[in-house]
DNA sequence: CGGGGGTTTGAGTCCGTTCAAAATACGTGG
DNA sequence: CCACGTATTTTGAACGGACTCAAACCCCCG
């Protein structure tokens, strides 16, 4: 069930900004003790369970979000109710930024697909920001340009390659941040997601998702059992993406 | 035959950015008479045959173009060859910014499809001019913003639409440059690619894109000749997007 | 121990691809 | 202005990946 998120449905959360804005190279990286001190001050924090939603398609783009912890799936529905996950977004990574420089309503639904801490700046404070130090603005220009390289590479992918090397992508792209080494060179990962959200991922349907688990575990390259994943062989997840002329 | 672009194989021309730029409501419209001048010193304008590549998957991107005039499309390719065009790009318009921000090398090829007039900025100018209008950061971080959205768009065309139902959104679009109303309310558009390059924009094959055409000609929602093509019924065409539920 | 969401399996179908050949449009030089 | 060669477009048939629908299965949780 996916409830609207509020004040009442999710929990403000006292901390500072100070640790987690400055101490990696986000978009944040620029502000000085001053800005982050406004910031700060502006900022509010909370927690989200699973399933709520932070904002939606057609809202007002008027905030943006900084992720302290969990996660978060941007979705992309059209009239007729299809949907894909355009991105997914982890901790300490910034979201809702797109639609708010664009000046446009919300495009996409930002929906909390594990329990998350999230800080919400509000419109007023990003403009103020922004004026006061012109290098955010160039920051994000990054950021934002980053991203339109990996929205084109995922229209690329998913062009031209089946939903099997779709997925050898997907898990080499989560084996990061939820990959587990083990010595003899395997690597373990419970997924994140049920098959439903991988298939939106990767823009497929559920039973795709499985059949194409099973491809792969079939050839030896992974070993799956239901959300556990064991990737064997690293190297040959890697060439189902660009299968080398042989 | 897919030519290099160079000094020697394109011609320059003399013009002044003043009438180009500042008329429409472009990224440089910010721009102050000063700064039109210190852009209008440093720009080089050329003419552009159909074949010719401005810059190249790989290329360092160190400057950003202009489009006086023609038409050029970004297109990307993977390491199995495989490629879409991600983007068409008309008069008026800017394009190669989107690496340049990013500050890293070019992941499309920028292809001149029709001939065209272009001018280069480069980078060590462009830098100049963000210092100096602040301004300038933000029109180009609106630009790349509504850039991933119409990405984001695309990517979920390709995902939940069938390739007819693509052409129409493409048909849709090219009417508005190409397109010439008959008193009778159809629309005649002499279209200004080959099928392959359709095929390219749509995710798909020309076979597939003659198929397409055949389907809605069958179903009287257009007439198709060749690159000739009449919109009879702008209405369904519109609903071959969204099939409203009946 | 009995739900109940989530996952897997199977069979049939469809859309789009592939490959090959024929037809047509187009540009160039005679 | 026509003839010719080349590129583009169309057509056809066979194949295949992914979808649909439906049922069975399996955890996980209460």
Redesign the pocket.
């Known amino acids: 069930m996916v409830t609207r998120a509020d004040p009442a449905s999710a929990e403000p959360v006292a901390e500072h900004c100070f640790e987690c804005l400055n101490r990696e190279r986000t978009e944040w990286c620029v502000l000085t003790h001053d800005d982050v001190d406004l910031l700060d001050r502006a900022k509010v924090q909370r927690v989200y369970q699973a399933g709520q939603v932070l904002f939606d398609q057609g809202d007002p783009a008027d905030a943006i979000y900084d992720m302290q912890d969990g996660m978060v799936g941007l979705r992309r529905t059209d009239e007729g109710g299809h949907t894909v996950l355009v991105a997914l977004i982890h901790a300490r990574q910034t979201l809702g930024y797109r639609d708010f420089f664009a000046d446009s309503p919300r495009h996409t639904t930002a929906e909390v697909l594990r329990p998350s801490t999230i800080c919400t700046v509000n419109g007023e404070t990003m403009h103020r920001l922004l004026v006061k130090n012109p290098a955010l603005g160039l920051q994000f220009l990054r950021r934002i340009a980053r991203d339109l390289d990996t929205a084109e590479e995922m229209l690329l992918h998913q062009?031209v390659?089946?939903?099997?090397?779709?997925l050898a992508h997907l898990l080499l792209t989560l084996r990061i941040r939820y990959g587990q080494a083990a010595e003899d060179g395997s690597i373990a990962l419970r997924?994140p997601?049920?098959?439903?959200?991988?298939?939106d991922l990767l823009?497929?349907?559920?039973?795709?998702?499985?059949?194409?688990?099973?491809?792969l575990a079939r050839d030896r390259v992974i070993r799956?059992?239901?959300?556990?994943v064991i990737i064997l062989d690293l190297d040959s997840l890697l060439d189902e993406i660009e299968p080398h002329a042989v």
């Open positions: 062009t390659l089946p939903v099997r090397a779709r997924l997601l049920r098959r439903q959200d991988l298939a823009g497929t349907r559920p039973e795709t998702v499985t059949r194409a688990f099973q491809a799956v059992r239901g959300r556990r």
